[in-house]
């Protein structure tokens, strides 16, 4: 099959920190007003009324997941036209459908680091560089043969991850421990996990809509990265810790408290 085959010389091109917009709370506002247009327009398209049926309860949930994962408490969400310079369309955006569990994982790591004050354990194990290998692994049991246009796909995903890592994937407060635990020498893919790759495709679609790709190849990649996050969802066991690492306690408050 000679699916993607380009794909290489196209969206694995890393576009550069001056064209990423950071992770900071006006950025992920600026984020949520474009994918809130682009439901919109998606309803229009399919001829939905404008008196559209109520949201089921499992609905107004999910929504609630999203703008937690994003927002912090007690923020208020704002509106924003997308009309500032440096943002991209909705039109141009590749959509990612990330499952519900994922989402759910997703709220549980913005808990965990802005709320609980907790990291991830690094280095994790699996790496995200042994996920990209079992995934692959996964693909050629299943198809029977070693593709090329998967293996390409997934060398894509670890050069994005590596290069989106400090720039776009990070907390504040886990700046400190990435310095830490990531030399020169050192991919963030040998280093960091599940959690911190699951970010990444949150951003895939801002860093995408940068990249020229002709349109029945944007959908084959759609349909490869969908497949891809069903094969975290189907591992979240396994891939995703279930509790992060609380902050250390400061040298000699033990013996401070036997004393």
Same mark, same amino acid.
């Given at each position: ?9 196209? $969206?694995?091109? $890393? ?7 950071? /992770? ?17 327009? %998606? ?9 559209? *049926? ?20 007690? %923020? &208020? ?20 459908q990330i499952p519900s569990?994922?989402? &759910? ?27 990209l290998t079992k995934y692959?692994?996964?693909?050629? *049991? ?36 990435? /310095? ?36 029945e190849t944007l959908i ?34 033990? *013996?401070?408290?036997?004393?």
């Amino acid at each position: 099959m000679e699916i993607l085959c380009s794909l290489p010389c196209n $969206w694995d091109e $890393w576009v550069g920190t001056d064209r990423l917009m950071k /992770h900071t709370e006006d950025n992920v506002l600026k984020q949520q007003a474009l994918d809130k247009k682009q439901g919109m327009e %998606k309803n229009t398209k399919s001829g939905r009324s404008a008196q559209a *049926k109520p949201k089921s309860s499992a609905d107004v949930k999910l929504d609630k997941e999203d703008t937690k994962s994003n927002v912090p408490k007690g %923020k &208020k969400r704002k509106a924003d036209s997308g009309t500032e310079k440096g943002n991209v369309s909705a039109e141009k955006l590749v959509k990612i459908q990330i499952p519900s569990t994922l989402k &759910k994982q997703l709220v549980d790591d913005w808990e965990f680091i802005t709320q609980q004050n907790k990291l991830v354990k690094l280095p994790r194990s699996p790496t995200v560089d042994d996920i990209l290998t079992k995934y692959l692994e996964y693909r050629s *049991k299943k198809d029977g043969m070693m593709t090329d246009s998967v293996g390409e796909i997934l060398n894509g995903i670890r050069c994005y991850f590596d290069k989106a890592l400090p720039v776009i994937l990070l907390y504040k407060k886990e700046r400190q421990q990435y /310095h830490e635990a990531v030399s020169d020498n050192v991919s963030p893919s040998s280093v960091y996990g599940a959690e911190h790759l699951l970010r990444l495709f949150v951003k895939l679609p801002e860093l995408l809509a940068y990249v020229k790709i002709e349109e029945e190849t944007l959908i084959r990649l759609q349909q490869k990265l969908l497949d891809f996050l069903k094969f975290l969802q189907k591992n979240q066991g396994t891939f995703f810790l279930s509790a992060y690492d609380g902050p250390k306690a400061p040298e000699g408050s033990g *013996k401070d408290k036997e004393s």
